[in-house]
């Protein structure tokens, strides 16, 4: 025996004792109309005879003899015992057995479960025959009203009521049906409930186990929108400042979208017929039900790895709100905010806005759109590949042209500069030879000065340098004189150094 959670209790600490595999009841068809008693029919349908049973309508049930009775296998039994049959019979006999025991005004209180304290049955077989009875009678129902006492549970699971003005039930979601919903609900928000109307045997409880939740208009797939946005904001991959341009001619285009929808056909035929050049690459991911968004989220984070494109168009094509809402996960927003190469988001049509759209570098209105606005046409390609050519060639020719005119200017201002250099250092060569002729001995002499100098070549410039009878030369403008120092006294001259 394995202790294990009920998968029907409202809350965590509920708990029951199972075999390790139960195994089915035989059926639970007639089980409540035996316990509390078959419907009420006319007093002329109660004389009537009840209606021969043919044969072999029903394969008798299946029961396996090692397995735990169950509380409908004990009332199978019980009442199979009390219209004088065994188990093995069909729920067919067994049913025209109880009839006629019903009929018959003779018939024993005892005979009926429960009719007499000595007939009895248990709780939990009441509570079980309860939920069968409940579960058999209603089909799953939407349900209208207000979510109170709404409550997560850890496990994942969800407790709450429903009610209005005058009357409530209780609901639980299980966590497998939790995961499909956009937002978690709050109190006080209105809500229709798709669900099972159900009993919790344990506690004998009526509840709804709910299957889908819908908020009155769009509430909540408003308030998870809201709440991603917030989030994606705060961490500023809103911010217009971040967002890329296109590269103007690229060569390699990614394309993440199904490899079966319209989206990839129409994208596919743009680029075509705007440059047969520009190579496009499909990298196929679902777009739309459960695990779309962590294939799209893939698909991203393999071409940011790969980077051998030049852009990136991730989208589909239009469809209803919930279509669309794989493009609104949070972490397929952040990969495609994080994506190392431009991204270009074509989701829907043009009123659809994703948040794919808010944090992508261009947020284009239909995957056909995106095509146009990244591929561009080839012919106009060529048409600016000839202009620019043009351009660089008047360019280059205007570049010589002013070249060679700055040349020429640098030619004529370098000739007259050095000119005017020239000009200014013979005027100060003429100055400073004026002064240094000024300042030389020869012009002295030319002014009719005369220079005495000795044997050796000494200036004699003192009268003890000429002492009497000392021969020495006079320096004059045109050569030298040789002449000697002749007495003060007018004493005889003399002799000449010649001789």
């Given at each position: 025996?394995?202790?294990?959670?009920?998968?029907?209790?409202?809350?965590?600490?509920?708990?029951?004792?199972?075999?390790?595999?139960?195994?089915?009841?035989?059926?639970?068809r007639d089980v409540g109309e035996a316990l509390f008693g078959p419907p009420r029919r006319s007093p002329a349908a109660k004389r009537a005879p009840a209606p021969p049973v043919a044969a072999a309508t029903a394969p008798p049930p299946v029961v396996d003899p090692y397995a735990r009775p169950t509380p409908e296998m004990e009332a199978f039994a019980a009442l199979a015992a009390a219209a004088g049959l065994d188990a093995a019979s069909s729920e067919a006999e067994l049913s025209a057995a109880v009839d006629a025991m019903l009929a018959e005004p003779t018939s024993a209180p005892g005979a009926i479960p429960g009719a007499t304290p000595a007939a009895a049955v248990t709780v939990?077989?009441?509570?079980?025959?309860?939920?069968?009875?409940?579960?058999?009678?209603?089909?799953?129902?939407?349900?209208?009203?207000?979510?109170?006492?709404?409550k997560?549970?850890?496990?994942?699971?969800?407790?709450?009521?429903?009610?209005?003005?005058?009357?409530?039930?209780?609901?639980?979601?299980?966590?497998?049906?939790?995961?499909?919903?956009?937002?978690?609900?709050?109190d006080g928000m209105q809500v229709v409930a798709l669900g099972q109307l159900s009993v919790y045997a344990a506690r004998g409880d009526l509840q709804v186990v709910v299957k889908a939740l819908e908020a009155q208009g769009d509430g909540l797939w408003r308030k998870a929108l809201e709440q991603t946005r917030a989030k994606l904001a705060a961490d500023g991959l809103l911010d217009p400042l971040r967002k890329r341009a296109l590269p103007r001619y690229?060569?390699?285009?990614?394309?993440?979208?199904?490899?079966?929808?319209?989206?990839?056909?129409?994208?596919?035929?743009?680029?075509?017929?705007?440059?047969?050049?520009?190579?496009?690459?499909?990298?196929?991911?679902?777009?739309?039900?459960?695990?779309?968004?962590d294939e799209l989220r893939v698909a991203v984070e393999r071409v940011g790895r790969w980077r051998d494109v030049d852009v990136?168009?991730?989208?589909?094509?239009?469809?209803a709100r919930e279509d669309l809402w794989a493009f609104n996960d949070e972490r397929l927003a952040r990969a495609v905010a994080a994506c190392p190469v431009p991204t270009v988001s074509a989701v829907g049509h043009e009123v659809d806005v994703t948040l794919c759209d808010l944090v992508a570098d261009l947020r284009a209105p239909t995957p056909s759109a995106a095509a146009e606005a990244v591929v561009p046409v080839l012919a106009e390609v060529r048409d600016d590949v000839h202009a620019l050519a043009a351009a660089l060639q008047a360019a280059g020719a205007r570049h010589v042209r002013r070249a060679a005119e700055r040349l020429d200017d640098a030619r004529r201002d370098l000739v007259a500069g050095a000119t005017r250099v020239t000009e200014r250092r013979r005027a100060a060569?003429?100055?400073?030879?004026?002064?240094?002729?000024?300042?030389?001995?020869?012009?002295?002499?030319?002014?009719?000065?005369?220079?005495?100098?000795?044997?050796?070549?000494?200036?004699?410039?003192?009268v003890a340098d000429l002492p009497p009878g000392r021969s020495f030369e006079l320096l004059v403008r045109d050569g030298a004189v040789p002449a000697v120092v002749r007495p003060a006294d007018g004493g005889p001259p003399f002799p000449n150094p010649a001789s």
């Open positions: 025996m394995s202790r294990r959670r009920r998968p029907d209790a409202p809350d965590a600490d509920a708990l029951e004792l199972f075999p390790p595999e139960p195994p089915p009841p035989p059926s639970r939990s077989t009441l509570t079980q025959t309860l939920k069968d009875v409940v579960e058999g009678a209603f089909v799953p129902l939407w349900v209208r009203g207000e979510i109170s006492d709404f997560a549970h850890r496990n994942g699971h969800f407790y709450f009521c429903l009610r209005d003005q005058v009357a409530q039930v209780r609901c639980v979601m299980w966590s497998r049906d939790v995961r499909r919903l956009p937002a978690m609900p709050d690229p060569r390699r285009v990614a394309v993440i979208t199904s490899p079966d929808g319209a989206a990839l056909h129409d994208v596919v035929a743009v680029a075509r017929r705007r440059s047969p050049l520009v190579e496009i690459v499909v990298v196929p991911a679902k777009v739309q039900g459960d695990g779309a968004a990136v168009i991730i989208g589909r094509g239009g469809g060569l003429e100055t400073s030879a004026a002064r240094l002729h000024a300042l030389s001995p020869l012009a002295t002499l030319g002014r009719g000065y005369a220079v005495a100098r000795g044997a050796d070549g000494a200036v004699l410039a003192r």
